[in-house]
């Protein structure tokens, strides 16, 4: 039987009166700005950790049996926008029970102290696209070229409390489940992702299955985008899947990792020093 911990977290709903917020909102920006002034020159042992991500099709699992159910047959309407690869695997595995890859998607995470650069290979701003994320205060600067040549920034708070309030976390650790992954000894933690009925019953909306390691400084947060639940773990392997369809899920696995890189590959970029924040207003 495998050692299991199990642990439920429920995000809680805080109210402040609007002057407190102000301050709040207040000494978040002055920590953000003193972070990214200054964190830059004091980055040590940078670590690189490339991952890549694959949506695993399974056609048989999206469609159910068709020895019990036998679909019309539809010819993809390629006039139609784009609704995803997903949409056109359903049309086309139609009748074959096969698990297929689509949509590869790389990233990499060059870690300091207290700020992680992020490359992306999809989705980009710019070719020459920067991103920054501040762990700490929660943050993303994504510096990139307008279209009118100029260098421009924007900003994303990566958690809102009140959006997020109501969601819980289920997670269970299997210590003797492990995988060596590049070298690091690796153990499988699940995390159930949901929210509560008005019986209080958990409905499930994702399920994540990690091998994880204390080894590396990469929060399982800045890859998964779960800011909600606290990990300082670094996750090498996840698989995301939703209780609709167990058989098709998201793949995420690290492919190389390289320790003390130089420093100033966090350093921004000379061109991005007076950049112009992007306004939506």
């Excluded at 950790?49 to 048989?60: A, F, P």
């Excluded at 400084?217 to 890859?223: D, F, K, R």
Aim: charged fraction near 30%; glycine fraction near 4%; hydrophobic fraction near 35%.
């Amino acid at each position: 039987m495998k050692y299991m911990r199990k642990r439920t977290i429920q995000t809680g709903r805080l109210f402040f009166s609007s002057s407190l917020i102000l301050n709040m909102k207040k000494s978040i920006l002055f920590v953000l700005c003193t972070v990214f002034a200054i964190s830059a020159f004091a980055q040590k042992n940078t670590v690189h950790i490339t991952y890549t991500t694959n949506v695993k099709v399974d056609g048989w699992g999206l469609l159910g049996n068709i020895e019990t159910e036998e679909p019309e047959h539809q010819e993809p309407n390629l006039d139609k926008p784009d609704a995803g690869t997903i949409f056109k695997t359903q049309v086309d595995k139609i009748g074959k029970k096969t698990t297929e890859t689509y949509r590869e998607r790389i990233r990499d995470y060059y870690v300091g102290d207290s700020l992680i650069r992020m490359d992306r290979n999809s989705n980009k701003m710019s070719d020459d696209e920067f991103v920054l994320i501040a762990p700490t205060a929660k943050k993303m600067m994504t510096y990139y070229t307008s279209y009118d040549d100029k260098p421009t920034y924007t900003e994303a708070q990566l958690f809102n409390q009140f959006v997020d309030s109501t969601l819980v976390f289920q997670v269970d650790t299997f210590l003797k489940d492990k995988k060596n992954i590049l070298g690091y000894s690796c153990y499988k933690i699940e995390i159930i992702r949901g929210k509560k009925n008005a019986d209080k019953e958990l409905i499930v909306e994702k399920k994540y299955e990690m091998y994880v390691t204390d080894e590396l400084p990469l929060s399982a947060n800045v890859v998964t985008g779960m800011w909600q639940l606290p990990l300082n773990i670094c996750a090498l392997e996840i698989r995301e899947s939703t209780p609709e369809n167990p058989t098709t899920f998201i793949l995420t696995q690290a492919t190389e990792i390289k320790k003390k890189q130089k420093n100033d590959l966090l350093n921004l970029p000379k061109k991005y020093k007076n950049a112009k924040k992007k306004s939506y207003f």
